[in-house]
């Protein structure tokens, strides 16, 4: 062997160690590195503390799309994982970010921020908060929070109550939704605790009620962690063998003869529902209940997140909405056990197909509508009472005829 072949054979086997030993790394330190890097354009911290972080999000049907500069990290990350080699494999950009999409989605180690995210602008992003090893928000500080209320607090974003005369039964008081811890703030130090013990719940479950023309003709409750779909006909088909099977309940509408009707209005319903195939996905998360409209039909909303109470709110097709935060709602759950605030709302009402709410026709004659009621709210309501002997129902009243 020549002197040249052995130096350029010495040379290979180091990079090969090298790479295989990088390959050891797990998501969170790879992503990581390559943000703290600066060589990706649009891949940058969010906050100072950096606990979240900004990744690139272009589609690839853009007409400004650069495959060099916006699919650079979704490429590095498919040659990391050794799934694309220059000069051996085909190019392919949606492949790379789906694959780096899953693995963000699978990972106990992120969890994304639709709130924060931009995906509707020249450059859009999403935005990713880092998880500790517990699932909770990366403590960047490194400050010690011993009590299951300080916890709490900080998992729901809430202001810390630096309060050292707070009881035991007050640090003990709380619940878990997808298995994040959630408390429910006490109002001092003379104040009765909302739960006289640990309480230990992980709920994802949705009471969910169709009407049509105002009557009731479905009412159930989903308990799947992956939400449900409301829909007619097929849920979106994903790629299975990527992301896995998703697991979240079908909530069909039923025929329109179901139901007695006005004349025209059975007719219009079905027209209006083939518009409905895909319909909406509804889910609870940790920081509150999400949305998403697949279907071509319109759809409009109401609930403790909506713009505007007096004009249409509409869902945009393929973006997710948060209808309910969780911060907001624990902090008026605290303001009305203070009695500074009236009892939160959680309910959310959507209208298919007519634009909703709408001030000119009451909510029981449009055509197809939906309750979804997130149950998590009505426990937490209905412990938060309890202490005060306020009798609270499982869910709310049916909507009447005149509402």
Same mark, same amino acid.
């Given at each position: ?15 090969? $160690?090298? +790479? ?6 797990? $998501? ?10 600066? +060589? ?12 979240? %972080? ?29 799934? %694309? ?18 693995? $963000? ?21 999403k935005v990713y908060r880092i998880l500790d090893d517990t699932g909770r928000a990366a403590d960047p500080a490194g400050i010690s929070l011993d009590s299951d209320c300080s916890k709490a607090l900080r998992?729901?974003? #809430? ?7 707070l009881g035991d039964s007050n640090k003990a008081a709380g619940w878990s939704v997808n298995g994040r811890a959630y408390a429910c703030p006490s109002t001092g130090t003379n104040s009765i605790p909302l739960?006289?013990?640990? *309480? ?7 009471? *969910?009620? &169709? ?8 009412? $159930? ?30 909530? %069909? ?22 518009? #409905? ?9 940790? !920081? ?13 909303? !109401? ?11 509409? &869902?945009?097709? +393929? ?23 009236? +009892? ?5 009402? #959507?209208c298919f197909g007519e634009e909703f709410p709408d001030p000119s026709q009451p909510q029981t004659k449009k055509l197809i509508t939906a309750q979804v009621i997130p149950l998590f709210a009505v426990e ?24």
């Amino acid at each position: 062997m020549t002197q040249i072949s052995f130096m350029y054979s010495c040379c290979f086997c180091r990079q090969r $160690l090298m +790479e295989d030993r990088s390959r050891h790394m797990r $998501l969170r330190e790879w992503l990581i590195a390559q943000i703290d890097s600066g +060589e990706y354009a649009g891949l940058s911290w969010e906050n100072e503390e950096k606990t979240m %972080f900004r990744i690139p999000w272009k589609h690839a049907a853009k007409q400004d799309y650069r495959q060099n500069q916006d699919a650079a990290l979704f490429k590095a990350w498919a040659m990391y994982k050794g799934k %694309f080699q220059e000069g051996r494999d085909k190019a392919d950009p949606s492949t790379w970010k789906t694959r780096l999409r899953c693995a $963000l989605n699978k990972s106990t180690d992120f969890q994304e921020v639709p709130e924060r995210s931009q995906l509707d602008i020249s450059e859009p992003y999403k935005v990713y908060r880092i998880l500790d090893d517990t699932g909770r928000a990366a403590d960047p500080a490194g400050i010690s929070l011993d009590s299951d209320c300080s916890k709490a607090l900080r998992d729901t974003h #809430l202001p810390m109550q630096q309060d050292s005369s707070l009881g035991d039964s007050n640090k003990a008081a709380g619940w878990s939704v997808n298995g994040r811890a959630y408390a429910c703030p006490s109002t001092g130090t003379n104040s009765i605790p909302l739960y006289s013990s640990q *309480v230990s719940i992980t709920d994802y479950r949705l009471e *969910v009620r &169709l009407f049509y023309h105002g009557n009731l003709v479905q009412n $159930l409750v989903t308990t799947s962690p992956d939400g449900c779909f409301i829909l007619q006909g097929c849920a979106p088909v994903g790629n299975e063998r990527i992301y896995g099977p998703c697991e979240a309940k079908k909530v %069909f509408f039923p025929c329109p003869d179901i139901v007695h009707l006005p004349p025209g209005i059975s007719e219009a319903m079905t027209r209006l529902l083939p518009h #409905l195939e895909k319909g909406v996905l509804v889910w609870v998360a940790p !920081d509150g209940v999400f949305i998403k409209r697949f279907c071509q039909g319109r759809v409009y909303w !109401d609930g403790p997140l909506a713009e505007h109470r007096q004009k249409p709110n509409k &869902l945009e097709r +393929e973006r997710t909405c948060k209808l309910l935060d969780m911060t907001i709602f624990m902090q008026e759950l605290q303001n009305h056990r203070q009695r500074t605030g009236p +009892e939160p709302q959680y309910t959310v009402d #959507l209208c298919f197909g007519e634009e909703f709410p709408d001030p000119s026709q009451p909510q029981t004659k449009k055509l197809i509508t939906a309750q979804v009621i997130p149950l998590f709210a009505v426990e937490c309501l209905r412990r938060h009472n309890a202490p005060n002997n306020v009798e609270m129902k499982q869910s709310p009243p049916h909507r009447k005829a005149n509402e």
